[in-house]
């Protein structure tokens, strides 16, 4: 069984954030910088929501406003769902699928210590898959 903490180890803890007060043009610079698909949107060191590449293209894009007159604010996720780094891959990927949301917080004692996508969880359960495979073919090797 793979955890959050386990999933961080491997990937790093680097967090992407930015103001909710900054442009949205702004924030899809830090984006394609950092090659990030989402920041974290920090008020201080208080997580407040999560922008992402679907924000922009739904809230902007699609509504015909200008990322460079619109802040991160107004079309941010302000409903976050976070878990923290004793939780299962396999829940994330429950609460990745239920929620419909590509990016999760990890909080630990309410303070933002990573970031886990769906290509993380993916990987990570890829991996715990081999895993099993390999444990099986040994097993069976063993049973001629």
Request: hydrophobic share 45%; aromatic share 6%; glycine share 6%.
């Amino acid at each position: 069984m793979t955890f959050v903490t386990d999933v961080l180890r491997r990937k790093g803890r680097d967090v992407w954030t930015v103001s909710p007060d900054a442009t949205v043009y702004n924030a899809l610079k830090e984006m394609a910088d950092k090659n990030a698909g989402a920041l974290m949107v920090v008020d201080g060191d208080n997580l407040v929501g999560v922008f992402s590449e679907r924000d922009y293209a739904r809230k902007i894009i699609l509504h015909g406003k200008a990322s460079k007159d619109t802040l991160v604010k107004e079309i941010m996720s302000s409903e976050v769902f976070w878990v923290g780094p004793n939780q299962t891959i396999r829940v994330c990927m429950e609460l990745m699928t239920d929620k419909r949301i590509r990016h999760l917080p990890v909080l630990e004692a309410g303070r933002l210590v990573g970031v886990i996508s769906i290509g993380d969880v993916v990987k990570a359960i890829i991996s715990e898959q081999e895993f099993a495979i390999q444990q099986l073919e040994q097993y069976i090797i063993g049973q001629r």
